[in-house]
């Protein structure tokens, strides 16, 4: 008796896809509640702090929603360049620089425009220009002088922190800030309108509209149709007359400009002025949402959900069941490893063989 | 026959759409070196790759010493003394040569006594005079070293039996030299060695029997002795009748293609490509006859835009520019391309794509490119699929399920559906069976009469012979001479393969 | 009739003995683990430990580690207002952004700002006066060196570092006119691997004492192993990874403020200020001193300490001259606390550059 792992012929269907998904979920969920358990503390009560408030409260839902706008953008500029096999994973970065040129608009540059008509989308093209800047220069160097995207996107992302760290510890520094290191709050035109008292934006509409943008993108242009055949197979792309170069930088520009955009919807939309660290890693959980929506813009929206959901609630169970940070990472660790190894059936089948 | 180390009988194997070993029988003698000759997919990597228990075969046996083994896996063929070097080696980088040659030996556990391994290392390496340290690490050292671990790591598991499969394709003249020595000092220690490879020379300098295939066939096993570079040649490419097909003389036009002093790289950096002058004219076949690797891969690539060149490609009147396939689209080239899987189709894509892959740049479709949806291809492509008798049960399939022969319709059908005026087609039937040949040769005649200017790159002659208007012969780069298609010139055209004389046309 | 009215009077009284009883639920929200050895630590003891033993049943806390000081610290404010939590604890500068946005949406709820500059209503701000006992660290290091040469890893140039920095170097100079001392910038408040590296570039220039603004104990574990001395930082915890070179640590005692916080709101009489008091409060002291420091020296702390306790001595007071030996401070003045919380400059004897602009 042996145990062959072998490829599957064909492709797992949707059902099968949202079958395994949910039962990884299941186990990390068991997982967890075995965790609690060994801690003398009441699982039942876990998995309600886990759902109840995220999921269950208007107030929750928002906070969700606030969690997911950011990842929402970050893996929507991903799945675009992973459909063409350019490993961006510079989306933090990218978004980081939309931030930083959202900033740079509402405070020193359109400061004295009042009319958040004009304000915003200034804003809007401030940060998609810089996020889709810095992401083309990682395409440049991949077309035209052969450098690894993964390198450059990634050495990319920490310019972009550390440049962000500069501005907020020097020229930035708000005047009325006593020399901590945050900038000036935004004028009222550039900050987005919010709805209630509970932090719900416009940033998230946003975040959806651009959802069906980069469907239209990937499914109605001729964009679309040459990054699929390039993304299947670059040789046969150039043979087929694409200008394989020119479709990586663009491809790579749209890419950073929707991170950016992301991380101007950030600024304008939830914190309103610049501050380091203001992003506790977005664009790196981006990368799995992109991945575990299949590249597909639609289904992102609901991965992105999920994740903003288990953001928010595994701070409950830290707020309110007292279980220590370094278990609530293990089990976003063990949610991650359960997709992926749920991934693994789907790709692979496991046959006993009898010798 | 008690000097026959391996025997393989009546071996056959097919692959979807492909009869990759048709009742190949093979033996293989104590202290011999035996080549395996013949073109690239005429079976010779897949026979020996059942030897290796690689691939089970569908019928036949194998014989080691003659008492019939099954062979399941590599791991059982070491165990019979048998040893192969693929085209792509298996060495970990970051591992020493030592610790490569340990891997996987059963003997060894998890702590292996590396001194003692690196002892035996070191003299076998001076004794056949592989100049490789054990210490140094894989990814330190040049192909051709590398090569040499793998020839270490088979010495040091004791086979008897030696696979080389292609082994001079990466090495230097020098390399080379050394490699024949290490072999012929392998041999005069009872090991045996299958060589396989397409080069004529190497195969006459280095073998004391000479075995051919051509289209999973065994077509004939000569003492070396005996052969000369012109019967190989002529016996590799073949005049087999398989197929006849009727052509009408051909009525040639204006000139579509002109090629002047062309050179061009080849992928390791030397000159593949060295000054090639040749015309073809509309409603002509330019046959380019010649054996593997004289550069006809590096000569279409060129004249199609995909490879950097100096020299003129012009089409139709117009100056192209290197590395420009969009313009030459837009001119009407088509290219069938001899890696079909690897750069004229998108594996992962469905059927209905790759009917459709050059559609933004072809002049029969002009839809807007911001309001385009790939489905709306999906009628086009039924239609194609019904012209050309694609056997799919969906134009939806991805286009990896095909077998070779409907993939190479679906690549000919949009090539020839783009309305080009010249067609350049490499090898654009190996692999495929009869039924698929026939159905490509039509097609390509029928556009010839159509008066498109087509230039045929083959390493068959039968092909050359049914299809082309006339004949030119590439060896090493050169376009050595030009012939008439037909029997009388048989002889000439064969020399002119074999580099042994040239004559001018 | 009257077993009704006996039955009201038991149902009222029960009814406010639970209003009164209900404990005051406090929330702390941390930046780091709550067993750094450091920062957060230092919080969590003077905080959840100490308010719980000061109040018992009257309080209930919770707390949560590690939020990051984004977007996520806002969900963390929104649902402990939501679950009814009327006293919140931000112990990192970075949320400062989000507790002034929350505090005006929960205008029942005090908020509670470390080392932050905005007030309001229902806003307090609270920190220490650490340049104190960072002074008379600096006593300790200028009476130890041999060198001349002392390293100062510090986190982010922010005013709070460059007046430890500078009340260090003014210490230092007191004792040892002709001492320097040498800061490197980290940029990161809790980054072992980093802050050693840090430390011992600082060890290989020279410097025979160091001295630390960072949250983990890597620096002290440095000078350990490169046997040289020096003094921690957050907690008197960060000893034990240097016995050999530990000296003593400017420390915080967050629970003289914690506790007396908690009882001005239990009571009622919570009012938002800025809270920033030096060694007299307790919330800043230094450690005790290790057996490594002579008996003359420790005499001579303890004697400054207590001019500093007892008001007679400021630590800021002229004349101080920076870097370029222009005087900044003239004799007989004291540096407002202004001027002190926007501090970015580096006094004479400082070798090191405050990144500008």
Redesign the interface.
Known sequence: MKLIVEKRSSRASDLSILFVSLFSVLVALIILGLIILSLKKNPIEAYIELVS?PFG?V??VV?TL??MM?LLFTSLGLLIAFKMKLWNIGAEGQFYMGAFAATWGALFVFDHISNPWLMVPLLMILGMGSGAGWAAISGLMRAYLGVNEILSTLMLNYIAI?WV??LV???WKGAQ??????TATFPKAAILPQYG???LNLGIFFALITSIFVYYLL?????G??I??AG??I???????I?VKRTIVIVMAISGAISGLGGMM?MSG????L??????GYGYTAIIIAWLARLNPFIAIIVSFFFGGL??GT??I???L?I???LINVFQGLVLFALLSGEIFLRYRIKVVRT | MSDVVLRLSGIVKSFPGVLANDHVDFTLKRGEVHALLGENGAGKTTLMNIAYGIYKPDEGDIYVDNRRVKITSPHRAMEYGIGMIQQHFSLVPSFSVAENITLGLKEFGIFPKMESVKKKIESLSQKFGLDVSADSHIWQLSVGEQQRVEILKLLYMNARIMILDEPTAILTPQETENLFKTIREMVKNGASVIFISHKLKEVLKISDRITVMRHGRMLDTIPTSVADERILARKMVGRDVLLKVSKKPSSPGREILEVENLWSRGDKGQYAIRGVDLKVRSGEILGIAGVEGNGQRELAESIYGLRRYTGRVVIDGEDMLPLDVTSRIRRGVAYIPQDRKGLALCGGLPIYYNFFLKVFDSPNFSFNPYMFNPSYLRRGAEQMVKDYSISTPSVDLEAKYLSGGNMQKVVLAREISGSPKLIIAVHPTRGLDVGAMEFIYKSLLRERNKGVAILLIAGDLEEIFTLSDRVGVLYEGEIVGYSKPDESHIEEIGLMMAGVGSIDA | MKSKLTLLIILISLIGFMIFAAPLKIGFIFVGPINDNGWTQAHYEGGVVALKKAFGDKVKITYIESVPEGAPSLNVLNSLAARGYKLIYATSFGYMNQVVQASKKYPNVIFEMCSGYELGPNLGEYFGRMYEPRYLSGLIAGAMTKAGKIGYVAAYPTPEVVRGINAFTLGVRAVNPHATVHVVWTFTWFNPPVEKDAALSLINSGCDVLAQHQDSPAAVEAAQNRGIYAIGYDSANMGKFGPDAYLTAPIWDWSAFYVPNVKSVLDGTWKSESYWKGMESGIVKLAPMSDLVPTTVKRLVKAMEKEIVTGKFHVFEGPIYDQNGELRVPAGKVMSDDELLSMQWFVDGVVGRIPKK
């Open positions: 408030w409260t107030a929750g906070q606030i969690a950011p550390h760290d500069y510890y020097g020229p800030s006593h020399n901590f290191p945050i008292a509970n932090g499914k109605w242009t001729r964009l149709y040459e699929e055949i299947d197979n040789r046969a792309a150039e043979y087929s007359g200008n950030e939830v914190l309103f002025r501050q380091p660290n203001f992003s506790p953001l928010v701070q409950q830290q707020l309110f007292q220590p940070f370094s």
